[in-house]
């Protein structure tokens, strides 16, 4: 990883899409300071659109298509993505599965659950699990005391048992049924709302990201720029973001932003 100072005006100035993840990457310890919301803001009368990509509900992707200024959401690392329809002022969404299956997905994740919960001491399902549509989410760190790195080795041991895909993010172990992940939808997203080849357009993008489920977005886009406390998972990753910000969080988020706009 280089420092983001390295990033080139040339590379700078063919980015047009910013796409980032929400936790830790736009947040500080659990919270979104408004320095993301100027960032974001100040970005889009650049005509530089953002698009989070999140391991994040079905739940709070309805409220952040609504409410943020962002042109789209993938949500829950890849199961969906929503966007708010200007002309129509309504939410539209896209799944990557019909409802009854994942339905009967579910029900599957629902065995799995019980099991991680017996099995593994201090484990609890996410408190957003309520808002999901595809996927189970157990914390390892977010509202329960910090579980050892054995104890989340052990989580995914028994996603993987069932033959279920499995990520670690910086807060939650994510678990389901299907190959799709975030870079997948990333690419659905790209081709039916921006009209992209993503494959051929990949120079125009840029993704913010900070922990292993990141992963395949770091791998793909040569513009990757991980915030600081990515530092805290290169041991746990394979690909790593190209550059790397000096700032954490949020904070990391506002730098790589301010970057992108000196550089235009």
């Known amino acids: 990883m280089k420092p983001l100072e390295q990033f080139s005006e040339n590379s700078i100035r063919q980015i047009h899409y910013v796409f980032t993840d929400i936790d830790d990457t736009l947040t500080i310890k659990g919270r979104l300071p408004s320095v993301v919301f100027i960032a974001m803001e100040r970005l889009r009368k650049a005509g530089i659109r953002v698009i989070p990509i999140t391991g994040r509900p079905a739940g709070w992707c309805d409220h952040i298509a609504r409410m ?102 910086s807060i939650h172990v994510n678990g389901w049924f299907g190959t799709y992940d975030k870079l997948k939808m990333t690419e659905i997203f790209v081709q039916e709302r921006l009209g992209l080849n993503l494959d051929v357009h990949k120079e125009r993008f840029l993704f913010c990201g900070d922990s292993p489920n990141d992963e395949p977005m770091f791998q793909y886009f040569p513009n990757s720029v991980g915030v600081k406390n990515v530092l805290n998972f290169t041991d746990r990753m394979k690909h790593l973001p190209a550059f790397v910000a000096s700032k954490e969080g949020g904070d990391g988020f506002a730098e790589i932003a301010e970057h992108i706009l000196r550089g235009k």
Do not use: M
């Not at 599965?97 to 484990?123: C, F, N, T, Y």
């Not at 054995?150 to 895909?165: L, P």
């Open 68 to 169: 943020w200024p962002v042109d789209g959401v993938v949500g829950e690392n890849g199961a969906l993505y929503f966007w708010f329809d200007e002309d129509e002022r309504k939410l539209k969404k896209r799944f990557s599965d019909p409802e009854d299956v994942r339905a009967d997905k579910r029900q599957r994740l629902s065995h799995i659950r019980k099991e991680i919960l017996a099995s593994v001491p201090g484990s609890a399902v996410a408190s957003d699990q309520h808002y999901r549509e595809t996927d189970l989410a157990i914390d390892y760190c977010e509202d329960v005391p910090p579980l050892d790195r054995r104890a989340v080795d052990r989580i995914c041991e028994i996603f993987n048992k069932y033959k279920a895909t499995c990520k670690v993010s």
